[in-house]
């Protein structure tokens, strides 16, 4: 077997890979990165790109006021009785060194997001603004050749393979057909994008998660990095003193015995497309198939196994496997069927969520972790002889042709062959739709005229729709008096399935301060890391805000490359 010495490897290529082995290669390490799949940049490629991190340089030059001692108030508050002070404060004082160093040595510059809140602002420590940031839209032809191994976006979040923008750029998408100004913006974007497609096959104005990857990966390739694509590591080789040194990866042209000075990084995406461990730590998904992720295939649990396979401890104590998000299934032109995530039209006004019952259960516009907690515990009460764990987002023709509605894009986007496809259900009445949804037909159209009662004066008494700083981000700033609220009035009226899926896993290899994996006795394994989501989150099984997988995998894989390297700081 051949054999290659190198101080650092890497196992998997999302942002956690990718940072510890950028910060690895800074340090003077030699590092071999090691990716499964034919591309490069597993479910960080096909995500939204944020990363939450409080007290990071962008908001500090957008002179927003935020503290260690606030962020860790509220971090206290959202993982309660699963606070680990430890990790926590690793994270705290590293986050914002991680974020200069990558925007001083790095191509991995940030943008911050102004008005994007934490999840729960109005909680202990919790801000309006500040700590979540995005990677810098990036010109994938400076990737060069590289280009063509960086996985794509995902499909169902693009128009036709165009990435857009969250914040202003959406918002001229939702305008296009109203405002010159983003008619102009708009058809500027697309001819930029059909000359792109022309010349190189696919979109070059590389944005979010796909944005973040390539900086990434332009940075680990400035420094000689490799990444060995479509080479699975197979299993890990220690000393007879119980160090990692090394791993065995079978390339494509055979199997390479890779030997480390320093330690092996496992950063493989945890286990969103793994059925037995789903099974085994989602309730929602007793045979393990009724979940949906829109994570690449590859992300079974290789780490967590390969961690396990020489006695390192999973922690499954969290009260939530993943992060859970509402997931529909628009179909694609091979005949399978895709995964949509909404982020974004559950807090446009106008669109409700019922279950068969025909009631609502939640207030849309709070995060989509809460919401998929809250449509669980409804249908969990309400019961039923099939045991669906499903909901119905509903929205009448004004509402979906302005905002559109999950995979079905606003006007003057085409929607009828989604109907004919069963992923968009119509009914010229409320009544109608109920019976298209298997609703009570009698309790959805009293739910409706509830809630229209109260919309015309923008306001939800229920359930609060539009009342926090980060449900009123993604609502529509132009509609008065509440953002996120407006009837259900005018048909016909349409609605779309969802179920629950995910943005990571939160169950992972149990890790120390220095991203070092430990025994089930709670000792570090010597020479074995984790980062990204094969590592047990920080977050107690919570969604604080925007980019909290994101944020610790790049803080954590900065943390064990500087354990590693025998650094301080």
């Known amino acids: 077997m051949r054999t290659e010495d190198v101080d650092v490897l890497v196992v998997g290529s999302g942002a956690g890979g990718l940072s510890a082995a950028v910060s690895a290669a800074h340090r003077g390490l030699k590092v071999i990165v090691a990716e499964k799949e034919p591309v490069f940049g597993g479910a960080t490629a096909r995500s939204g790109g944020w990363s939450w991190i409080p007290n990071n340089g962008p908001a500090k030059r957008a002179e927003i006021e935020d503290s260690v001692e606030k962020a860790r ?3 206290k508050h959202e993982t309660g009785e699963h606070y680990d002070s430890a990790r926590v404060e690793a994270f705290l004082e590293a986050g914002p060194r991680a974020v200069e160093f990558f925007e001083t040595k790095t191509a991995l510059q940030f943008d911050l997001g102004p008005t994007f809140a934490d999840y729960h602002p109005t909680a202990p420590g919790g801000m309006d603004a500040g700590r979540s940031i995005v ?6 032809r400076e990737l060069g050749k590289e280009i063509k191994r960086l996985r794509p976006p995902l499909w169902e979040i693009t128009v036709l393979g165009m990435m857009i923008g969250s914040g202003k750029e959406l918002l001229h998408f939702f305008n296009v057909t109203r405002s010159p100004v983003s008619a102009f913006f708009v058809v500027g974007l697309v001819a930029k994008f059909l000359r792109d497609v022309a010349f190189h096959g696919r979109a070059m104005r590389l944005m979010n998660g796909n944005a973040l990857v390539a900086r990434l990966a332009k940075s680990a390739f400035d420094k000689n990095v490799p990444i060995w694509t479509s080479s699975p590591v197979k299993s890990l080789i220690r000393d007879e003193d119980g160090v990692v040194r090394g791993a065995v990866i079978n390339k494509p042209d055979g199997p390479v015995e890779v030997r480390v000075r320093k330690g092996v990084v496992l950063a493989a995406g945890g286990f969103p497309q793994d059925a037995v461990r789903r099974k085994a730590l989602m309730p929602h998904a007793p045979s393990g198939h009724e979940h949906v992720s829109p994570a690449p295939p590859g ?27 509402p997931i529909s299934r628009p179909p694609r032109g091979d005949g399978t069927l895709g995964a949509f995530p909404h982020f974004v039209d559950r807090s446009k006004p106008g669109v409700i969520a019922v279950t068969r019952s025909g009631k609502r259960f939640v207030n849309e516009a709070q995060s989509y972790h809460d919401f998929c907690q809250a449509m669980v ?3 969990r009460e309400e019961g039923g002889p099939d045991g669906e764990i499903a909901a119905r987002f509903v929205a009448d023709h004004r509402t979906f042709r302005r905002y559109g509605l999950g995979y079905a894009k606003p006007a003057p986007a085409p929607f009828k062959h989604l109907i004919d496809k069963s992923y968009l259900l119509r009914g010229r009445t409320i009544a109608e739709l109920a019976q298209e949804i298997g609703a009570d037909a009698g309790q959805l159209e009293r739910t409706v005229a509830e809630f229209n009662r109260h919309a015309v004066k923008g306001e939800d008494p229920e359930f609060g729709k539009g009342s926090t700083a980060y449900n009123r981000s993604l609502g529509d700033p132009d509609h008065k008096p509440n953002p996120c609220v407006a009837p259900v009035a005018k048909g016909p009226f349409y609605a779309v399935r969802l179920y629950v899926g995910d943005l990571g896993t939160y169950a992972g290899l149990k890790t120390n ?36 997988t994101l944020g610790p995998a790049i803080t954590f894989g900065y943390i064990a490359a500087r354990h590693m390297s025998g650094a301080n700081a």
């Open 513 to 548: 301060e220095n991203a070092q994996v430990l025994n089930g006795g709670g000792e570090p394994i010597p020479g074995l890391y984790s980062a990204g989501n094969d590592a047990a989150s920080i977050m107690g099984g919570n969604y604080p805000g925007g980019g909290i």
């Open 73 to 75: 108030t509220y971090l």
């Open 377 to 379: 515990k409804r249908r």
């Open 299 to 325: 992300n079974t649990g290789d780490g967590l196994r390969l961690g396990e396979s020489i006695g390192a401890s999973v922690d499954a104590s969290l009260p939530n496997a993943a992060a859970w998000a």
């Open 135 to 140: 990677a810098r839209p990036f010109d994938g």
